[in-house]
């Protein structure tokens, strides 16, 4: 099995930006009051792909290319994420949305569909809530913005329940970061490895990568700062309509394909649930050539 490495060559963003085809590139933009980093490249609709935790934009580089043929592709590293800026606040999704919403502004973008993994998935569906204007269509990967249920997850394990142990820890507030820091690898390989169909699926560089965006304490604190904004997400969507924009969702087999189809279907007009067959949560990881072909369907 891949482990994360202590190796950073050739880690760095505009390096591993230039390693894909569809001439990709490397940038920073000053937006709504932060400094979010952002890889793009192709032609054609844009496309603003967001990832979610512990991973970067990189999580998205099997699927980058292929989508680049159709679409000016941007991924971007949210606020507290990879090579974005790491403020103090500012982490519940519907900020975060208007960072995303800034950043097309900057490129002069006026449109674009969005797609979103994990907590990318969540700042996908604030998106189009509260900028139905620039919304395309959307798709999440495997995760649904946070609702009530959520404060409802049983603290002690059940033999029914996948237990999402990591949604209490990353709350704390200090710990996280004095046990983590410096081996960041040790947590990854052990979420790789359970929530993965095929954890060899996330080779060792790109667990480099990711070891390397989140071994820093600054780094900790600002992930996690993502749950810690859960109940402020849960309270958001108590405000939001049904979005109108065209909505996919795709479920990992092994993962939240289930969850998905109980949950999505109350949160747009138009809506589809989409099984990703041979996969656990890291779909873009693990089935790259199914996220690529429903993708490119559902986007036209």
């Given amino acids: ?142 995760v649904s913005h946070p609702d009530e249920s959520w404060a409802l997850m049983p603290l002690i394990p059940r033999p029914d329940l996948y237990h999402l142990w990591w949604f209490a820890f990353n709350q704390v507030h200090g710990l996280p970061e004095q046990l983590l820091a410096g081996r960041y690898h040790l947590l990854l390989d052990w979420l790789f490895g359970a929530a993965s169909a095929d954890p060899a699926s996330i080779d060792a560089r790109s667990r480099a990568v990711y070891a390397r965006a989140y071994d820093s304490p600054e780094a900790i604190r600002a992930g996690n700062d993502w749950y810690r904004a859960f109940a402020q997400d849960i309270a958001d969507l108590a405000g939001y309509a049904p979005v109108t924009a065209p909505l996919l969702a795709l479920g990992g087999e092994y993962s939240n394909y289930e969850q998905l189809r109980g949950a999505v279907p109350a949160l747009g007009t138009d809506t589809r649930i989409v099984r990703v067959d041979g996969s656990g949560h890291y779909l873009p990881e693990e089935r790259p050539e199914a996220v690529t072909e429903e993708l490119v369907r559902f986007l036209g």
């Fill in 1 to 142: 099995m891949p482990t994360a490495t202590s190796d950073t060559t050739d880690l760095d963003d505009a390096s591993l930006a230039a390693s894909l085809d569809g001439g990709f590139t490397s940038h920073h933009a000053e937006v709504n009051g932060t400094r979010l980093h952002y890889v793009q490249g192709g032609s054609g609709e844009p496309l603003v792909l967001l990832g979610g935790w512990p991973q970067t934009w990189w999580q998205w580089h099997k699927v980058m290319p292929a989508l680049a043929r159709r679409h000016r592709v941007i991924a971007v590293d949210l606020r507290g994420m990879g090579g974005s800026a790491k403020p103090e606040s500012g982490y519940d999704k519907k900020t975060m949305a208007a960072d995303v919403r800034a950043l097309l502004g900057h490129l002069g973008l006026e449109r674009a569909h969005i797609a979103g993994h994990d907590i990318g998935a969540m700042v996908a569906y604030a998106f189009a809530a509260n900028h139905p204007e620039a919304t395309g269509r959307i798709a999440l990967l495997d």
